[in-house]
């Protein structure tokens, strides 16, 4: 084989693996669009509890955007929210990049039923 083939061939891959390694991987989940991201705890709602959640910040030694790992880290929470009724999610810690804790509620909105 050509030298030069295999080199484009090569990177041509690495660039590829690049690529799709910075697109959104989190799956979403049937309803986690109606629940609701406040910005502090909200009173009058029943707790369900606290979840972590966890998205690689790095990538084969490429740094995700923080806008990329914001994003799937939400969607993590929303899809943990769904799995125990909560309607409503309140980001409460965030240790390190790629890490986040999220406390979750269930909340009286009528308009989401």
């Not at 693996?17 to 799956?27: E, F, G, M, N, P």
């Amino acid at each position: 084989m050509n030298i030069k083939k295999i080199i484009s061939n090569c990177i041509f891959l690495f660039l590829t693996l690049l690529l799709s390694s910075c697109a959104k991987y989190v799956d979403i989940k049937d309803g986690s669009d109606k629940i609701l991201l406040v910005k502090k705890e909200p009173t009058g709602c029943i707790s369900r509890g606290t979840v972590d959640v966890v998205v690689l910040a790095e990538i084969a030694y490429v740094e995700r955007s923080q806008e990329s790992i914001n994003i799937d880290l939400l969607q993590l929470a929303k899809n943990s929210a769904v799995s125990v009724r909560a309607n409503t999610i309140v980001k409460s810690a965030s240790p390190k990049p790629g890490e986040a804790t999220f406390s979750m509620f269930k909340c009286n909105r009528p308009w989401t039923k």
